[in-house]
């Protein structure tokens, strides 16, 4: 299994992103997927998840500024960032699970059994 994350950079505060992250291997309809971030002297925290049903759902944090999408075909899940802040800058992973908990588990642990390497988001003021 491997997850490939990409799209990350530097904007300036209020820019966006796109993050892409394809998943090879045995990773299917059947794994939510999420993205992860971890910033520097912080624990790793959910930011965003799609569940095996197409559900979203997101920490508060990011709610009504980015938005998380998948596509079966093509087997890869997107995280459009909008309004970007100095706040979210980290490194950022996408991770997918087969256990299919709730998504409130995985938003608040940020337990996942597979985790791919990271792509850094840099905010500026």
């Known amino acids: 299994v491997r997850l490939a994350a990409s799209g990350g950079g530097s904007v300036q505060s209020g820019g966006s992103l796109k993050l892409s992250c394809g998943a090879f291997g045995y990773i299917d309809r059947g794994h939510s997927m999420a993205w992860l971030r971890q910033a520097p002297g912080k624990e790793r925290e959910g930011v965003a998840i799609?569940?095996?049903?197409?559900?979203?759902d997101y920490t508060d944090r990011v709610k009504g500024r980015f938005t998380i999408s998948r596509d079966l075909a093509k087997n890869t899940i997107y995280l459009q960032m909008n309004d970007l802040q100095p706040d979210d800058t980290a490194m950022y992973y996408c991770a997918a699970d087969r256990r299919n908990y709730a998504s409130g588990y995985y938003l608040q642990t940020a337990d996942f059994q597979y985790r791919g390497q990271g792509t850094q988001v840099t905010v500026t003021v």
């Open positions: 799609i569940s095996s049903d197409g559900s979203p």
